[in-house]
């Protein structure tokens, strides 16, 4: 087996990560103020791979890629202000089985709204090819999806660290008491955080589309996946999830070259493995639930 081979399973392992960062921070964020596990998250995954479709009909790839997690994101706020915000106070298990029903519903509407078949979502011509380098070739397309996923985490970390709204999100996730005595209500932020967190898992599912297809059950494994990622990464963390999901998709990628049967099994090994020597995850942070 040559040391190419292994560089481009790599590669791919990166791409594959890129996509359980995108949902699993996400997560992450919207549990760290809010103290809500959204188990409907796979469910606007594959929303924003299916506006996506319909958007780039009419107006082409790179408006999708902005349309469409917006419309997520609308989505999304607006199910956390009417239902998701009456949940705060009580038992947080009313929380998780409000989600998960959110997202039987979201699967069984995509399936009524589009069909039960795979919808074609070609990669776009422009993103076509590949680039070489010596005797590495990898996809043009594959490549894209790194740098906007790497822009995209860069612009979450700019705006939690250099603004103000930042600011109050990270003092809310901390310490929300120390914020309402400030005289700072928590509910349009955590409505805001709520709103960025689906916006990223709508643009998972429009990078994801090109290669991996759009269908109703496509958020229901790649949601498993994100899920063990914030575990491992740690409940609440930002670098958290980001180191979990390389190490995950790049773990992934090499069990498949090198011992295929267990490539499904590896992650849930690893997420075994770091909770018995570090219960909280790799980066996990103390957190206050929002009330």
């Not at 700072?184 to 709103?195: D, E, H």
């Not at 967190?197 to 059950?217: F, K, T």
């Not at 992650?267 to 995850?281: D, E, I, K, S």
Request: charged share 10%.
């Amino acid at each position: 087996m040559s040391f190419t081979i292994v560089v481009e399973q790599v590669a791919n392992g990166l791409l594959v990560g890129s996509y359980y960062i995108t949902l699993a921070l996400g997560l992450s964020l919207i549990f760290g103020i809010g103290g809500v596990i959204n188990l409907a998250h796979g469910a606007f995954y594959a929303l924003g791979a299916y506006l996506a479709y319909e958007v780039q009909r009419v107006a082409g790839f790179g408006p999708a890629l902005i349309i469409s997690p917006l419309l997520v994101a609308l989505l999304g706020m607006a199910f956390e202000v009417a239902f998701l915000r009456r949940l705060y106070r009580g038992d947080p298990l009313l929380g998780l089985l409000f989600t998960f029903g959110l997202a039987m519903v979201g699967e069984q509407a995509i399936r009524i709204i589009w069909g039960t078949t795979g919808l074609p979502f070609n990669i776009p011509p422009a993103l076509g090819g590949f680039v070489s380098a010596g005797d590495f070739i990898y996809s043009r397309y594959r490549l894209f999806a790194l740098v906007v996923t790497a822009l995209a985490v860069a612009g979450i970390w700019l705006a939690l660290e250099k603004t103000r709204y930042g600011m109050i999100v990270r003092a809310g996730t901390r310490d929300p008491e120390m914020v309402r005595a400030c005289g700072i209500s928590l509910r349009p932020v955590l409505t805001a955080v709520f709103g960025a967190g689906v916006a990223l898992a709508g643009m998972a599912g429009v990078l994801s589309a090109p290669l991996a297809g759009v269908q109703p059950a496509m958020g229901t494994d790649i949601g498993t996946a994100a899920f063990v990622v914030v575990v491992i990464g740690g409940l609440g963390s930002f670098w958290g999830p980001i180191l979990a999901g390389l190490l995950v998709g790049v773990l992934r990628s090499l069990t498949v070259l090198f011992w295929p049967p267990a490539a499904e099994a590896a992650m849930y090994a690893l997420m075994v493995l770091v909770l018995l020597v570090r219960p909280r995850g790799l980066l996990g942070e103390h957190w206050e639930q929002f009330e």
